[in-house]
């Protein structure tokens, strides 16, 4: 069956740091993967959009790698602030027309 | 700014009521979704469209039905309530397949008592 499975422990991380989160499938073939912010309460935003021949994509201060070898994808966030905390969704695409999600990584970036 | 709404942000219901959820995109979008939210469950797929008057159903439509008269308004409708649909309710539009990203509404929260 179809997985995307993201760390489910929440990330701890100081102000100014780097955070890494990461998206692991299976059994999906998808033209491309996408980002998504949420916080409590909130529809999801999305963030990015990778497609399958990009291996990194960049917007601010986030970055993106998309390893359909590794079936993964890691999602930056270069100096890190308080306002980043959040839960950060993966999503892929399958055959049909609707996005997957994963069940999130929650951030937490204390001062 | 364009946007997805969702009629109510909060919802009380009796068991065995018809519930209607209702959402509205500006942005001319084809796509639509409604997916529902649960702590640990993340976000699950209700029904969506591609186009006036079709629907396609997602991983847990049992319960629900859905309607889209026009292109703007997609409406989720619960045909008798039960506590186990007690839930956040999420609307969500697209271009095309969705290459350049979902909106979402901000959410029902539906409380079935």
């Known amino acids: 069956s179809q997985k995307i499975e993201q760390n489910s422990e929440a990330l701890n991380i100081q102000e100014g740091k780097t955070a890494t989160l990461t998206c692991n499938y299976t059994?999906?073939?998808?033209?491309?993967l996408q980002w998504y912010r949420q916080d409590p309460g909130r529809g999801p935003v999305f963030l990015l959009l990778i497609r399958e021949n990009e291996k990194e994509k960049r917007k601010e201060r986030l970055k993106v790698t998309f390893d359909t070898t590794l079936k993964q994808s890691l999602f930056h966030i270069t100096a890190s602030q308080p306002a980043d905390s959040a839960t950060y969704l993966c999503a892929l695409e399958d055959s049909g027309y609707a996005l997957n999600f994963g069940k999130g990584t929650s951030l937490l970036v204390t001062p | 700014d364009v946007k997805v709404t969702q009629s109510s942000r909060y919802l009380v219901k009796r068991t065995g009521e018809k519930v209607f959820l209702e959402c509205v995109q500006d942005?001319?979008?084809?796509?639509m979704f409604w997916y529902r939210q649960d702590p640990g469950l993340g976000l699950r797929l209700i029904y969506f469209s591609y186009d006036v008057k079709m629907k396609e159903k997602g991983d847990i439509p049992e319960g629900y039905s859905v309607s889209r008269e026009k292109k703007e308004r997609f409406s989720l409708i619960l045909e008798s309530a039960s506590t186990n649909q007690t839930s956040m309710y999420l609307c969500?539009?697209?271009?095309?397949?969705?290459?350049?990203?979902?909106?979402f509404g901000s959410g029902t929260r539906l409380t079935v008592v």
């Open positions: 942005m001319d979008h084809e796509n």
């Open positions: 059994n999906y073939s998808p033209a491309y």
């Open positions: 969500a539009s697209s271009s095309r397949r969705g290459a350049y990203g979902y909106t």
